[in-house]
């Protein structure tokens, strides 16, 4: 796999992206967020994600530094990516490989990121 571009969205189809990534760099996080909803997470520019429908559609949630934006469908629940600044202030999307259209959850491989220790 290299990047590559993908469809998704929730689980009731409100929201649905076109994102360009690379699933060969995904990562699970520990979190007080990210271990409970056990999210595989790529990342990738705000240039390379379109919103093609759920503007409206999603419910906001922010937590910790609130410098990351949850966004989950207020319909089915899901929360299939979120948006913020990295430490070093660039823009950047967090999608949930989860979420992908065509992509087994199980053939990817992530890194484990410590983000309860942060
Ligand atoms: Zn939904």
Not at 110 to 115: A, C, W
Request: charged fraction near 15%.
């Amino acid at each position: 796999m290299t990047t590559q571009t993908y469809t998704g969205g929730c689980q009731c189809g409100a929201v649905r992206y076109e994102v360009t990534v690379d699933l060969d760099s995904t990562v699970v996080c520990n979190c007080s967020r990210c271990g409970r909803l056990g999210t595989i997470m790529a990342f990738t520019t705000m240039d390379q994600f379109k919103l093609l429908s759920g503007e409206g559609a999603m419910t906001e949630y922010m937590f910790n530094h609130h410098v990351i934006h949850h966004l989950f469908c207020s319909t089915c629940g899901i929360q299939s990516y979120s948006y913020g600044k990295r430490p070093d202030g660039a823009e950047m999307v967090a999608i949930n490989c989860r979420c992908l259209d065509g992509v087994d959850p199980w053939t990817l491989t992530p890194k484990q990121f410590d983000g309860k220790s942060l």
